[in-house]
């Protein structure tokens, strides 16, 4: 049995087939399908639905969402796309998002890519997209989604698609709160990096120097000295505000590095309280401490 229908608040053993015009956003729709979670296949011939899907089934389970991208690229095998999904050859809950764009756009956005059109035959790029627009017709009209990129930038794209197929915890901003040790190198992979530094370093205080910042003793001390609740109270909101831009531009994922001398004391017990914080204001945050036992 296939995952029920939900009201759209999951897609959960959906196939969602991309298709549209060349040029109008396949490659980005299907990229941010894959970061929602989606098994991707793309260029896939039409007569080949029920293989991939079955395949998928069998590794991954009737749950696994699946994107395929389909398009004129396909040649003839192109024409039976309308079929299999007339005959619900799948078994599985089908969504056609189809993407377009005006003329001018598309001639803009090819002839920046310097790729001939798939039906351009030696002839005008713009030969090539009307004979598109005529196969895509049939399809256009049948599909479920239609997005108009014309005035879309790529971040903009995402979010469309995000909006009609992430699921809620897809749209919320993943953060990953890591202690790390400055003396160990600065995490490659930091979005934002804060400085523990200024604070006392329990190190000198000889019943916590054994301890890390995950101990409650040591947790304690940091976090009462003078300074971080003041650090931890205008940091948290600066956070929030990246964030907002961050989704806006379709990134969904952030690491906050979190550093002192060592990465065993203050940064820990910070990272810890930050992302506790975060996890109030419902953000998807969780604490991780890269160079903890290193010492």
Known sequence: MYP????????????????????????????????????????????????VVRLVDETRGFEQPIAVVVDVRSGSFF????ANLAQGATGRRTTL????????????????????HPLQAGGRLLDGLQRERQVLADLRSDADVVIDTSNLNVHQLTARVAEAFGAP?????????TSFGF???????????ADMRFLPNPHWIPELRPM?????????????????????NQYVPVIQTVAEGYLREGKRFATIA???????????????????RLR??????TATHRDLGRE
């Open 4 to 51: 029920p229908e939900d009201g759209g608040t999951s897609h959960r053993g959906e196939l969602v087939v991309v298709t549209g015009m060349t040029g109008a956003g396949r490659s980005t729709a299907a990229k941010e399908l894959e970061d929602l979670g989606f098994y991707v296949v793309d260029n896939l011939p039409p007569t080949l639905l029920r293989d």
């Open 79 to 82: 024409e039976t796309l309308q």
């Open 97 to 116: 998002l189809f993407l377009e764009a005006t003329d001018d756009v598309l001639v803009r956005r090819q002839e920046a890519a310097r790729r001939p």
């Open 169 to 177: 915890d897809n749209l919320r901003l993943k953060i990953t709160c």
């Open 183 to 193: 003396k160990y190198g600065i995490p490659v992979d930091a979005d934002l990096v």
């Open 212 to 232: 890390t910042g995950r101990d409650e003793a040591v947790a304690a001390y940091v976090t009462e000295r003078p300074g971080a609740q003041d650090f931890l």
């Open 258 to 276: 979190i550093g002192c001398t060592g990465g065993k004391h203050r940064s820990v017990a910070m990272t810890e309280e930050m992302a506790r």
């Open 280 to 285: 109030e204001l419902g953000f998807d945050a």
